[in-house]
């Protein structure tokens, strides 16, 4: 993963631009306190932009069949280690409950059969890594602004936190267990999806089974695998580093939007 952070970074600096931040290294420019405030700025610039060009209900580009790509490649974890998602695997997750809770009226675990029942969406898409490579693959799930209207949300929502099953470093605060975080804006767009379904399949470990966030519009580390619990909050603080994601922690964009 140490690869994976240091081209991200370098990716984030560039965009800023070479020579306004000096580069001499992209773990330090990342780690200045004032090259922090600008990439900031920038991401800042860069949501508020897009939001204002595109529509919030525009739709990503969607393919047929005949486009899947042969490969989808697993980013991130695999098989999460941990002996809890373990136990749920072996059973064909038929205990796993996804729970939905925080500012919501009524709180509320779901099976992945009660998930099932509910009125669906399949898409085919284009996964768009920020390690540089692209898959098509077709999704199945429930939207997520379907399920956050069943729930209710409470006046100051704002956003939707996603915890996940896989730890990508051991940590003793929890802040090694993936995360990721979405506005409600993306949470109730038409292409959000909870997936439950690759490739007319059950979605298998490898791709985050037994549901993942389809969020279309964003790069794929906004996408997380292995969901057990989604927070409706209306700050990130108390998350660990802060910045309302994993990788965002450690130095990502939050609003990764493409």
Known sequence: ???????????????????????SGCDDVVQSEDVQKVLNAAEGLTMRAQRLIVSPQKLAREFTEADLSPVFRSNGTSNPDNEAYARLSEDGFLNWRLKIDGLVDRPMELSLADLKKLPSRTQITRHDCVEGWSAIGKWTGVPLGQLLQSVGLKPEARYAVFYCADELEQTLDGSGRYYESIDLIDAFHPQTILAYGMNGKDLDIAHGAPLRLRVERHLGYKHAKYLMRIEIKDTFAGLWGGKGGFWEDRGYEWYAGI
Not at 1 to 21: H, K
Request: glycine content about 22%; overall charge positive; cysteine-free.
């Open 1 to 23: 993963m140490t690869g994976f952070l240091t081209r991200r970074r370098f990716l984030i600096g560039s965009a800023v631009g070479v020579g306004a931040v000096g580069l």
